[in-house]
T-cell receptor, first 112, second 121 residues
Framework: GQQLNQSPQSMFIQEGEDVSMNCTSS?????WLWYKQDPGEGPVLLIA?????ELTSNGRLTAQFGITRKDSFLNISASIPSDVGIYFC????????????FGGGTRVLVKP | DTGVSQNPRHKITKRGQNVTFRCDPI?????LYWYRQTLGQGPEFLTY????????KSRLLSDRFSAERPKGSFSTLEIQRTEQGDSAMYLC???????????????????FGPGTRLTVL
């Protein structure tokens, strides 16, 4: 089963709002990653974090690798309609063949 | 298109039938991973190959599941005697070795295919 706890499970956004989601684990990972998945497609990598404490940006996205190596957050600033989708955190360990362990996902929806 | 491809994209089958899925990784990617994703959940690791060698299998991979990568290029995932609980999206991902770094080889990110959605009636 899932080893990563991701929250919130879902959220509604209004265009221009900032969005934040986070992920925690009971285990340490070498690398934390954030993916976005659109319906009927595979996950696409947004940001990869390699060092504890690292803060990385990619356009409107900012993510941080927790100092304990057991947590991470993702922020999306000034959201736009195409930000709708499902966001997954994932942890990776070299000693475990670099296989990915995913969180349960955060579904981002547009406010009606 | 030089990304990861998977066929078929959708498969509907009756319980008890065998099904086989194919994954074509990005050319020259030596690692290939299979994941399963059920509705509303994140993907879960099933197995992975380095070249033609299958290096790890998850406990999720029951005896009814078998995966191969005979020439170190494309891979197949077969499910025998399908059950309704096998209904899921099956995702394939590939990555390449960047070279040796401190602590072992380094790899590129895993690039995912679009998945094969299996429905078992």
């Amino acid at each position: 089963g899932q080893q990563l706890n991701q929250s919130p499970q879902s959220m509604f956004i209004q265009e221009g709002e900032d969005v934040s989601m986070n992920c925690t684990s009971s285990s340490i990972f070498n690398t934390w990653l954030w993916y976005k998945q659109d319906p009927g497609e595979g996950p696409v990598l947004l940001i990869a974090l390699y060092k504890a404490g690292e803060l990385t940006s990619n356009g409107r996205l900012t993510a941080q690798f927790g100092i304990t190596r057991k947590d991470s957050f993702l922020n999306i600033s000034a959201s736009i309609p195409s930000d709708v989708g499902i966001y997954f955190c994932a942890g990776q360990r070299k000693a475990a063949g670099n296989k990915l362990t995913f969180g349960g996902g955060t579904r981002v929806l547009v406010k009606p | 298109d030089t990304g990861v491809s998977q066929n078929p994209r959708h498969k509907i089958t009756k319980r008890g039938q065998n099904v086989t899925f194919r994954c074509d990784p990005i050319s020259e990617h030596n690692r290939l991973y299979w994941y399963r994703q059920t509705l509303g959940q994140g993907p879960e690791f099933l197995t992975y190959f380095q070249n033609e060698a299958q290096l790890e299998k998850s406990r999720l991979l029951s005896d009814r599941f078998s995966a191969e990568r005979p020439k170190g290029s494309f891979s197949t995932l077969e499910i025998q005697r399908t059950e309704q609980g096998d209904s899921a999206m099956y995702l394939c991902a590939s990555s390449a070795t960047l070279g040796l770094a401190g602590g072992g080889p380094a790899f590129t990110e895993q690039f995912f295919g679009p998945g094969t959605r299996l429905t078992v009636l």
